[in-house]
């Protein structure tokens, strides 16, 4: 079925996506990491803002929940619970 949207006076044609076709994709694995406040090793799954092979302790997590904003934390730590701070 043809669906068609006017704009500006116009008839144009549009296709309708199905978003529900797209599989998510699955999450990245647990994997060792230093942390990049105080050097320990921590289990994590990497973010795209830190550097390779580092991440964010659990020690860290809690001394810097007081005092960090959730939107910093998230730039450059990830997601607490997905990235770092992994409870098993």
């Not at 006017?6 to 549009?14: M, P």
């Not at 799954?45 to 005092?67: I, P």
């Not at 960090?68 to 619970?81: H, I, L, S």
Request: hydrophobic share 25%; charged share 30%.
């Amino acid at each position: 079925m043809k669906e068609y949207m006017i704009i500006q006076g116009l008839k144009i044609e549009v296709e309708r996506i199905h978003y529900e076709a797209v599989k998510p994709m699955p999450p990245r694995p647990i994997v060792t990491l230093v942390c990049c406040c105080c050097g320990n090793l921590t289990e994590g799954r990497q973010w795209w803002n830190r550097d390779t092979g580092f991440g964010h302790c659990n020690a860290c997590t809690e001394r810097y929940d007081k005092d960090t904003k959730d939107g910093e934390k998230n730039d450059c730590f990830g997601f607490k619970g997905e990235h770092y701070y992994i409870k098993s």
